[in-house]
């Protein structure tokens, strides 16, 4: 079995090992606007994807949910097509059009045979120029907006993560779900929709990558054609930049559950920071190597009081933080918290091994190939680093940014992350024996 999964690890890096080293073009399609390819002709495939720097973080209040009803109206109908024929078409010429928001983008995703691409813009500049925003439609995607928000006040899991952006948010737009708010819902008005339409997703705020069987020559010639209409020369608003000293406080959330979730969150770091690429590696050694984790290993492996322990890095455009989390029985919950904490100050004051720094690297370094084994993976990974501002060698070079990373350096961004004074924990649960909790 052994020798089974050598040869078909082996195969895959043969495969895609040409995918280490992206060939990434740019390829500029109208002024100064420029687009990353990776050609890849092996099948007759293409996936572009989009982000407009306009996502659920400018809705404004009274109004939040306005971005995500946006998205999911624009394939209910357009131009002259009802929903029903709209989606009917592409899936009769087996094209994916779908589009979506986080807090800090509006993101498009469209996936096609190349024979069809020419009716995939069409429909898509359709959407995105003429939806029909029919009442009845729009009617009936509020009820279905409504029921989910309700429903995820009752689902622990929503809970917990609706809880843990109020404690680490505040009033800042990064608080509120995607989906808005319940009570402000029915107070999107259809001029509402138009307005995020054609204010808020322009030319200066865009973001394309395509990979697949496509030249250069039809992508620019395809998004010339339908997306120039998008300098529309207005000022785009942005998200305020969110600053916070985080209390070491303990909060709980009283549910009668079985099982307690905990949640906890400190200091994170910028993409741009010097010390990402050692915080990076730290944080797979501590928390975000699964089963090769520290965590993994002093609170499941050893002790068996969880299933699942966890860390990682979340990036905002406007904030970054570190967290984790874990679920025990209530009974456990104390001692599970003790444990993460123990494990944190222990990389803070005495930093990691050279053989856990040596595993993270060769991890991190040769599963990264994995990642990139379809066209869709791959146009989300250019996407995802020309919004982290990184050019286009960013690819050649990754592998050198890991291997950089000394022991010295993972103690130095411990320091910095891995601060006991700035992390809180939040449960959602029924524990027993927690002392100085804060009930929210």
């Known amino acids: 079995m052994k020798k089974f999964f050598f040869i078909l690890f082996f195969f895959i890096l043969h495969n895609f090992n040409h995918l280490n080293a992206l060939d990434v073009k740019e390829v500029n399609y109208y002024k100064d606007r420029k687009a990353w390819l990776v050609n890849d002709n ?9 982000a407009f720097k306009a996502g659920s973080g400018l809705d ?29 078409l ?9 589009f979506g928001v ?22 898509l500049d359709l959407a995105l120029t003429k939806p029909a925003f029919k009442s009845d439609e729009i009617k009936r995607v509020k009820s279905n907006v409504k029921l989910a928000l309700e429903q995820s006040y009752k689902d622990p899991n929503e809970i917990g993560t609706r809880l843990f952006r109020e404690i680490l948010f505040e009033e800042h737009p990064y608080k509120y779900d995607t989906l808005g708010i319940i009570e402000d819902i029915d107070k999107i008005k259809k001029k509402d929709l138009k307005f995020f339409l054609e204010n808020y997703l322009t030319l200066d705020n865009l973001f394309i990558s395509a990979s697949g069987d496509i030249s250069e020559d039809d992508l620019k010639k395809y998004l010339n054609k339908y997306f120039k209409k998008f300098d529309k020369n207005k000022p785009i608003p942005e998200i305020s930049l969110f600053k916070k000293k985080i209390s070491p406080k303990i909060f709980l959330h009283e549910k009668d559950l079985r099982q307690s979730s905990i949640y906890f969150a400190g200091e994170g770091i910028s993409r741009t920071d010097p010390y990402f690429y050692p915080a ?3 944080n797979y050694i501590l928390g ?46 104390d001692k599970v918290i003790k444990i993460i904490k123990e494990e944190l100050m222990k990389v803070k004051k005495e930093g990691v091994t050279e053989q856990e720094l040596k595993d993270a690297k060769n991890y991190l370094i040769n599963s990264y190939v994995l990642r990139l084994d379809s066209n869709k993976k791959v146009a989300s990974i250019l996407l995802n680093t ?11 070079k990754r592998n050198e940014y890991i291997n950089a990373v000394s022991l010295k350096d993972i103690k130095e961004v411990a320091k910095k992350i891995l601060n006991e004074k700035q992390i809180f924990f939040l449960i959602i649960g029924n524990p027993t024996d927690l002392k100085n909790i804060n009930k929210i």
């Open 102 to 123: 986080s807090h800090d983008n509006f993101y498009i995703n469209l996936y096609t045979l190349k024979e069809n691409l020419d009716l995939s813009f069409q429909l």
């Open 288 to 333: 975000g190597g699964g089963f090769f984790s520290r965590l993994t290993t002093e609170v499941r492996e050893k002790r068996g009081l969880v299933y699942s322990v966890y860390s990682y890095l979340y990036r905002y455009d406007k904030y970054n933080f570190f967290s984790g989390g874990a679920q025990t029985s209530n009974e456990n919950v």
């Open 280 to 282: 990076y590696v730290m």
């Open 386 to 396: 020309q919004m982290d501002g990184l050019d286009k060698d960013f690819f050649k």
């Open 42 to 50: 092996n099948l007759p495939i293409v996936s572009i994807k989009f």
């Open 90 to 98: 592409l899936a009769d010429n087996s094209i994916s059009l779908d």
């Open 60 to 88: 404004s209040k009274g109004k939040k949910g306005t971005a995500n009803l946006v998205s999911s109206l624009l394939d209910e109908g357009a131009g002259n097509y009802s929903a029903k024929e709209f989606k009917k």
